[in-house]
C-alpha cells in the first residue's frame, strides 16, 4: 500500500466515521421530536394556558368560590411509570372541603408529546350524593390551536355543569 492510497483510505475512513456519528437514528430523532414539542408546551402553557386559567382563578375565589391550578412536568415517577405534562384547574366541592382533590371537578390540558396533540380533559364529577357528572378526555388538539378563547371556553362549559 503506497503512502499516498493509505491517506486517501484514511481520509475516506475518517469522513465515514463523521458521517455516523452525525447520523440520528430512528429512536433519537423521535426522542428529539418528542423534546422539541414537549418545550413548546411549556412555552404554551406558561404564556397561555395559565395566565388564563389564573384570572379565572382569581374571578372565581373573588366570589368565594374555591379553585386550585396544578402543573405537573413530564418524568418518570418513582415506582417509574410516565407522568405526562399538564396544567389541570380544579373546581374544589364547597360543601366539603376534605375531600381529595382528584375527586373535584376540573379541566386539564395535557402534553401527549409521543402524538404531538394536546389532550383536553374534564371531569364534572361531584363528590355529592344524588350528583352525576362525566371525566376523562374530551378531545385533542394541536399545539397551534391552543388559544385563550379555547381555554376559556373548556373552562365554561365545565362550571356549566357543575353549577
Do not use: W
Not at 9 to 16: I, M, P, R, V
Not at 30 to 50: D, P, T
Not at 90 to 107: R, T
Amino acid at each position: 500500500m503506497t503512502p499516498e492510497f493509505k491517506k486517501k483510505l484514511d481520509a475516506l475512513f475518517n469522513s465515514h466515521q463523521l458521517k455516523m456519528k452525525r447520523a440520528i437514528h430512528p429512536e433519537e430523532e423521535s426522542a428529539l421530536k418528542e423534546q422539541k414539542y414537549l418545550m413548546e408546551f411549556y412555552k404554551m402553557r406558561k404564556e397561555v394556558i395559565r395566565p388564563v386559567m389564573d384570572k379565572i382563578l382569581n374571578y372565581l375565589e373573588s366570589k368565594g368560590y374555591p379553585v386550585n391550578i396544578e402543573e405537573t412536568y413530564d418524568v418518570i415517577s418513582i415506582d417509574n411509570k410516565h407522568v405526562d405534562a399538564s396544567i389541570a384547574i380544579q373546581f374544589m366541592h364547597i360543601e366539603d372541603l376534605s375531600h381529595p382533590v382528584y375527586k373535584n371537578p376540573f379541566f386539564s390540558v395535557t402534553c401527549d408529546k409521543k402524538n404531538q396533540e394536546v389532550v383536553l380533559n374534564q371531569s364534572t364529577l361531584l363528590p355529592v350524593k344524588g350528583k352525576s357528572g362525566r371525566t376523562g378526555p374530551k378531545e385533542r388538539v394541536q399545539l397551534q390551536d391552543i388559544n385563550q378563547s379555547l381555554i376559556e371556553d373548556k373552562i365554561i362549559e365545565v362550571l356549566q355543569d357543575i353549577f
